[in-house]
């Protein structure tokens, strides 16, 4: 338990910070996902277009510390093969 003022308010900080972290995550795997059904369409012009609008926001992830850059790197490699391939 936290005693002195300090530790509790950093307990109130990392509070928020986890929730909007949270929100930032989940942000960007609604992106992720956008892509993903439009590739099971098979609609290469929504597919690149959602890919498109995917990218900036994984790096804004990766710029706020949210994720690894070569987590983002990864997944955005694998996503622009699978809309390449289309």
């Known amino acids: 338990m936290a005693n002195t003022p300090q530790a509790k308010k950093r307990i109130r900080r ?3 910070r986890a929730e909007i ?5 989940s942000r960007i795997r609604s992106f992720i996902k956008k892509v993903e059904s439009a590739c099971e369409a098979g609609d290469k012009a929504a597919a690149a277009a959602a890919l498109k609008e995917a990218q900036p926001e994984m790096a804004r992830g990766v710029a706020r510390g949210v994720l690894h850059k070569n987590t983002v790197a990864r997944k955005l490699s694998r996503l622009t093969r699978r809309v390449a391939t289309l």
Do not use: E, P, Q
């Open 21 to 25: 972290n949270g929100a930032r995550i």
């Open 14 to 16: 990392n509070a928020a």
